[in-house]
């Protein structure tokens, strides 16, 4: 098994223990943590599939498959670089003169 297939089946089966333990969690900034983490292990898995399909089109020289499997890996690496960041901030917690947009 090669490394990219262990790390896309560990973030698949972590996201699954986490969304459960989000299920059975009562709303806390505890729970918005593991629900960012699961979130972010959602996206390495959508990364690990989709750089072996990468990977794959351009063995095959498929320039199609190249581009649209492409496209959304940068799709997904930037959704894992939102999660990631948005899930630090919320380890940060709430800043004192933070405002959103109905206040």
Known sequence: MSGLAVVGWSAAALLVVLWLAVCFMAPSPRRETVEWLAASSL??????????LVQKAWGDDSELR????????VVFAGGLAVTLVSGLRSLRGPAKSEVDATH
């Open 43 to 52: 996206y390495v898995t959508l990364l690990a599939v989709f750089t072996n």
């Open 66 to 73: 190249l581009i649209a499997f492409g496209f959304l890996w």
